[in-house]
């Protein structure tokens, strides 16, 4: 079958359209399926992948416009929004507004952020919903796993980014044991809304995270 893909880049993110038979992906999040690598995982960690995978349905959209948003807790609607507003969201879940995190980590030193865009200074409207801002404080904070081809190495609540057609994505490892029983599922915005998907792979690794 012919493949057609569309790239929009936006908001240091990647949305990526595949207009094709798509990968495997799971439609329902209720429950999940037992696995040995679940107790891998810290309680925390795999609330944070419940928090992603309980946005299935509710962000249906890949909407990256910018927005001005209130501070702290400011968000677009919860119908659309781009890969790091799943991450966002979850940690939001857990009483993390990484808005103001982000926010205060780049006011203390805004030049060991990315210079990407060419702002004089921390923009709190938009810092935390780019894929190299969010990189750059996880690995400030110490939270940076070794990225491997070993499917054991991902643990649900992990995050994970990718390079994408040459730019950034984010998303974090699910509790859902993708098809074949042999890795967890990505939960993550790349252009339909958010999704649970089998793609931990698909994409070239950039980095691995473990934040709880």
Known sequence: ?????????????????????????????????????????????????????SQVGKTVIYDAAYVKLKYPAGDVPMDRGVCTDVVVRAFR???VDLQV??????????????????????????DHRRVPNLRTYFTRKGKVVPASDNPADYWPGDLVTWEVLGRPHIGLVSTVIAPGGQRYCIVHNIGAGTQVEDRLFEFKITGHYRPL
């Open 93 to 95: 879940t857990l009483g």
């Open 1 to 53: 079958m012919r493949r057609v893909i569309v790239v929009v880049v936006v908001l240091g993110c990647i949305a990526l359209f595949a207009c094709s038979t798509p990968r495997a992906s799971v439609q329902s999040v209720s429950g999940t399926q037992p696995s040995v690598l679940d107790e891998r995982s810290s309680p925390g960690a795999r609330r944070l992948a419940l928090a992603a995978q």
């Open 101 to 126: 995190e982000v926010h205060k980590d780049m006011a203390a030193d805004f030049k060991a952020y990315p210079q990407n865009w060419g702002l004089p200074g921390p923009d709190s409207n938009i």
